[in-house]
Structures are given as structure tokens and as C-alpha cells.
């Protein structure tokens, strides 16, 4: 089957830099959804349940449709986006010096149909931080809408020690599990941006 222009069920604009970083050819189509945690729910199962149901919101005939959501946690405990400023120095002083781990999942679905899920989990361990450290980085206002109030791929890196498993996973897209589902659901390169514009890094 030819698939037509793949669909992007996200307003992340890291995701959607991941995917133009692999050259492929999208359009956006955010999913607008009640993303409250249910309770009980665990952070494998509160964010395969938001990529998939994402991408089935997302979903149109003869086109794949790709949602995903990011979680950063540990244990049970979730480390949001922060809805302020003082919430994010909280995430962060409370991954000071400690590893967490960050799920990315995601789901394909064609139509009504969901094609494909799953689930890649990174171990990311933080520098110990200070107070200046954290105000520093707070000000630069580049955590205030992430997980876990840090971005990786930004100056956020600077607060990271080292990192165990797939980059791209913490930065919102796991791109080798996701480019292995779009070829297996007969994608390939039919998904391929004609005029490759790529950045230099992620």
C-alpha cells in the first residue's frame, strides 16, 4: 500500500525537529487532549495510553498517523511539565545528583486502526546542582515546557552526568524504533522529504 504524507499527532517541536533531522516528510496535526495521570497509572501505562491515543486522534484514511508522549519519572513518581517557575526547580533539585529514567512511546495507527506501540526507556543521570546552577538554567526559560523541566538537547545538557540507552528518546522521538515501525507498516521511503533541509544536530 502507498501512504500517503505521514501525520504527526504532536505540538512538540522537538519531535518534529527529530523528524525532519531523518529527513522524512510530515504535516503537523496536533492531538488536543485530557493528558491527566489516572490513578494508579504507571508511567509506562500513562504515556503508552497518551501516544496512542494521539495517534488514533490524529488518524486520517490511507494516511499513518504517529503519536507519542515523553515521561520522565522515578519510581511511580512523574515529573511533569511545570505549570511555574518554582515547580521546575523543584523537579530539578529533586534530580540533582540522582538518575531517573524518561519513556518515550508511541503508536502508529492508519484510520481507525492502530498498527503499531511500544515503549523505549532511557536512564539518564544528573550532575549534582546547585541553586545558582538551577536559577541559571531556569532563566533561560528552556525547561518551563518539557518533562522533568530540562531539555536535553539544549542547554539542559550541561545538567546531565551521563546517559544510558537512546538520545533521541529523551529529546521526545526514539528515531531508530520509530523508522524500524514506519518500514515495517510498508512506509520506507515513500516518507522521504523531497528537499532535505536538515539541521546540524538535533
Same mark, same amino acid.
Request: aromatic fraction near 6%.
Given at each position: 500500500?502507498?501512504?500517503? !504524507? ?8 522537538? #519531535? ?20 491527566? *495521570? #489516572? ?9 503508552? *495510553?497518551?501516544?496512542?491515543? !494521539? ?40 534530580? @540533582?545528583? #540522582? @538518575? ?26 544528573? *550532575? ?17 515546557? !518539557? ?12 545538567? +546531565? ?9 529523551? +529529546? ?11 518500514? !515495517? ?7 522521504? @522529504? ?9
Amino acid at each position: 500500500m502507498t501512504w500517503g !504524507k505521514l501525520i504527526l499527532a504532536s505540538a512538540s517541536p522537538r #519531535r518534529a525537529d527529530l523528524l525532519r533531522w531523518a529527513g522524512l516528510d510530515f504535516e503537523l496535526v496536533p492531538a488536543n487532549l485530557d493528558e491527566t *495521570r #489516572r490513578a494508579g497509572e504507571t508511567p509506562l501505562d500513562y504515556a503508552g *495510553r497518551l501516544a496512542r491515543a !494521539k495517534s488514533l486522534a490524529g488518524a486520517q484514511p490511507g494516511r499513518l498517523s504517529l503519536g507519542a508522549d515523553t515521561t520522565v519519572f522515578i519510581g511511580n513518581l512523574i515529573f511533569e511539565k511545570p505549570v511555574h517557575r518554582e515547580e521546575a526547580a523543584s523537579h530539578l533539585q529533586s534530580l @540533582s545528583g #540522582r @538518575s531517573h529514567q524518561v519513556v518515550t512511546a508511541f503508536a502508529l495507527a492508519a484510520g481507525p486502526t492502530l498498527l503499531h506501540q511500544e515503549a523505549v526507556v532511557s536512564r539518564v543521570t544528573f *550532575r549534582p546542582l546547585t541553586r545558582s546552577m538551577i536559577d541559571h538554567y531556569l532563566a533561560t526559560g528552556e525547561g518551563l515546557d !518539557k518533562a522533568g523541566a530540562y531539555g536535553l538537547q539544549g542547554w539542559g545538557g550541561f545538567l +546531565v552526568e551521563t546517559i544510558e540507552g537512546s538520545y533521541t528518546n529523551v +529529546v521526545g522521538l526514539p528515531l531508530t524504533e520509530v523508522l524500524a515501525a514506519l518500514e !515495517k507498516a510498508g512506509a520506507g521511503d515513500s516518507l522521504v @522529504s523531497p528537499g532535505l533541509d536538515l539541521p546540524v544536530s538535533p
